[in-house]
């Protein structure tokens, strides 16, 4: 056993951090290269960092040195998620780390860089545990989950965070939380009004996108109504721009034969001729968006 | 001198331009803590930002202008495009919109002037020369307000005098200040077009940062009126605000009471579109702002605008109500950045191509 670098002798080592003692022991498992890191700080400010690697070597890490020490302790971490760098960083704090030592860490832990790195980092030390539990069990992005927190950080929230149904996806819920913050702002409602409106609903995130887009679902279900009436979507498939941007449409035909071709055309044609006797023309934009 | 817009710690200028009387007049009117002499600016704004020094605003760069000097406005995929040349005279604006491109257009957070406008002039006359029959739309408000550095570097002067008798440019200069006394103190020319950007005061005072308020841009416009200068209104971006009807016939009925429509050189319309990258930089800047949580969908050319009949009312809207002080049509107007159909919607006419629209400005 070596030491490789000692600078001060005089050291007294404190408890290590319960969450940095959790990252070092998954590191064990994780990094073949360290067999077994130790973490602990001095005084306040202090920071020694042992990393007993499988020669039997101690590197030591000294007070001088210290966040340069933290960041080449960090860089020897391996498969790190979320949770684990915001660990980190919460550590980097408490070792005083200053704007520009947290814009040299944030690449180390692949975190958003320069301010906005701080920005999140901040605003999730505000979140709510169960916020926070979401954002590291990675069933919210970081950014959706701190859009929600910014417009609702006053209010409970974990009561509509507690709506959302374990079924959806990453990408569903971040809509979910996206539709219904958007709504929120530009409605001006505030948590309890939006809980009311939700809670009754059997697909929350249809209701949370008729919420936030009012004026699209209301001509998508018209045209839909449309197409029903028309009574060619057995025969056909009409293809269009959902956002409605541009104007043609498109019809796709399936037929094994040239008579099962015309069969088919000649029921498209006698349903457009019936429905035209009184219905209205909606694949014409000006009628759809009266 | 104006605090604000020109808060400046460091000034770095390029050492071939070190006794240019461009930097001398700036440099007389700034008070930087120090002035940094550099061989270029491009490699010190990359050792810069390799530094991390992304958020700095408070340096300035003073150098010659890089690349082609005259640029086509990059226009948008799949909608038509009006054909301005830009001059990047300016890069970066001290005005802090909310809903500005160049939060995340620009991959720097400093202020450039381009201090050789000699080389300027003389490269777009060359250009000029060559295409006599064309006529080229010119300014120099992509990368910044045209007029908003003014103050400290009288360049409207220079530019107008240039473009004045370059039969074949019309030129114009976008703002949203009322910088302009020095326009004041020169003759303007027939080719000469001084662009407001306008909306709604109440939205100019809360997301148009440090701009002139719209009633000091109205008397600006007045003024330059009576100095014979021709003006372009630019309803861009039109925001789907709350109480927008009242709001934007008011701005409406202020502009015409002092504009005579025959000095409306030409109108552009453009509602708010944002890019993905430029909506992530609003909701960082600005999280508490309502402008994108309206019907947006991302469109072929990836920019987000308002559900399409939403575009079009209020498109249709503020046409209508131009109209009643434009009953025959005499101005000149346009869609920024828009799709043929919306063209159709909102104007009964369909420009298939710039060309097209070039009639437009003639």
Known sequence: ?290 | MLKEFYNYKTIFIEKKFKNHKNVEKILSRLNPEETIYIDDVKDTIDKLNSKNIKDNKNLLFLGGIRGEILQTCPGSHGHICCNYNVINLYIGCPLGCHYCILQSYLNQPFTIINIDIETIFKNIEEILKKERNKIFRIGTGELSDSLVFDPITDFSVDFVNFFKNQPNAIFELKTKTNFIENLLKIEAGNNIVIGFSVNPEETVSQIEGISAPIEKRIESIEKLIKKGYKIALHFDPIININNFDILYMTLIEKLFKVIPIEKIAWLSMGTLRFTKSLKNEIEYNYPDSLLLSDEFFENMDKKYRYFKPIRITLYQKVRNWIKKYDEYDKIPIYLCMESPSVWQEVLEKRPESGKNLELLFK
């Open chain 1, 1 to 290: 056993m070596k030491f490789k670098i000692i600078k001060n002798s005089n050291f007294k080592i404190l408890t290590i951090a319960n969450e940095l003692s959790i990252l070092v022991n998954k590191q064990k498992e994780l990094n073949p290269i360290a067999s077994s890191y130790s973490f602990a700080s001095l005084q306040q400010k202090e920071v020694v960092i042992f990393c007993n690697n499988n020669n039997n070597e101690y590197l030591l890490f000294i007070e001088e040195e210290t966040k340069e020490a933290y960041i080449e302790f960090c860089k020897l971490l391996n498969n790190i998620n979320i949770e684990d760098s915001f660990h980190l960083l919460l550590i980097a704090e408490k070792l005083n780390f200053n704007e520009e030592d947290f814009f040299n860490l944030f690449p180390v832990l692949k975190w958003q860089y320069h301010k906005k790195g701080i920005y999140y980092f901040n605003l999730i030390k505000e979140f709510s545990p169960f916020l926070k539990m979401l954002l590291f069990e990675t069933k919210l992005s970081i950014k959706d989950a701190s859009y929600f927190y910014q417009r609702f950080k006053s209010e409970n929230y974990d009561s509509l965070l507690e709506l959302i149904p374990e079924n959806l996806t990453f990408s569903e819920r971040n809509e979910l939380i996206r539709n219904t913050t958007d709504y929120a702002k530009k409605e001006n409602k505030n948590i309890y009004e939006i809980n009311n409106i939700l809670k009754n609903s059997e697909d929350l995130l249809k209701k949370s996108f008729e919420l936030k887009y009012p004026f699209y679902s209301k001509y998508i279900s018209i045209f839909e109504n449309f197409l029903e009436k028309l009574k060619i979507k057995k025969h056909c498939k009409i293809k269009f721009d959902q956002t409605f941007e541009k104007e043609e449409y498109s019809m796709e035909i399936k037929f094994k034969s040239m008579d099962e071709l015309h069969k088919k055309l000649i029921s498209i044609i006698q349903s457009i001729d019936e429905y035209k006797k009184g219905g209205e023309d909606f694949f014409q934009h000006k009628n759809l968006f009266r």
